[in-house]
Structure formats: C-alpha cells, structure tokens
C-alpha cells in the first residue's frame, strides 16, 4: 500500500501556472506508474496525465501542450507542472498509483479564475 499526498493547488488567473505535488510513502515508488487525475464539480473523475515507470507519458488531449507531469524517484515525488491555465481547468486534482488497486491522494483544489 501507498500514501499519496499532494500540495501545490491554489487560485489564479486564467494564463497563469502552478505546480503541483504528490509525495509517495510506504512501497517502492520507481515500479510504479503514476498519474493526475481531476475532478470538476458535476462532472466525472478524468485521467489528466500518467506517466510510467520509464518515464513515459500521456496526456489527456484538453491539456496536452500546456501541462507536463514528471517524476523525482529519489523524492518518491510525481509533479504536475499546469501552464497557461484556463477556467475549465478547475477542479480538484489527485495524485493516483496504478495498478490492479488504484491509491488516491485526498485532492487539492485548483482554481483558474477568468
């Protein structure tokens, strides 16, 4: 099992750019694939970005060329760094491990006013 907690949410204007975090504990982190995931109010939870083991990545299509999710094995740590943001951009964003079990961070909120 795996602790996922993330930080780095926050408000601003569309345009702008925040990076968040999601630091992993308690199981080996390098095997894992990674993602962010979002959720906006009434709308389903969506895959925003994984990334692999080996570093390889995908990208949902609404934010592919303005978000890069990346990784620190040493820090257990995957990143999500969110550029030129927009209003439906807003959500509660969560760090997930993959796999046959899925493990979630609780969320931290993303808020891109217009």
């Known amino acids: 099992q795996v602790q996922l907690v993330e930080s780095g949410g926050g408000l601003v204007q569309a345009g702008g750019s925040l990076r968040l975090s999601c630091v992993a504990s308690?199981?080996?982190?390098?095997?894992?694939?990674m993602g962010w995931y979002r959720q906006a109010p009434g709308k389903q939870r969506e895959l925003v970005a994984r990334i692999t083991s080996s570093g390889n990545t995908n990208y949902s299509d609404s934010v592919k060329g303005r978000f890069t999710i990346s990784r620190d094995n040493d820090k257990k740590t995957v990143y999500l760094q969110l550029n030129t943001q927009k209003p439906e951009d807003t959500a509660v964003y969560y760090c997930?491990?993959?796999?046959?079990?899925?493990?979630w961070g609780q969320g931290t909120q993303v808020t891109v006013s217009s």
């Open positions: 997930c491990k993959l796999g046959a079990v899925y493990y």
């Open positions: 308690g199981s080996i982190f390098s095997i894992y694939t």
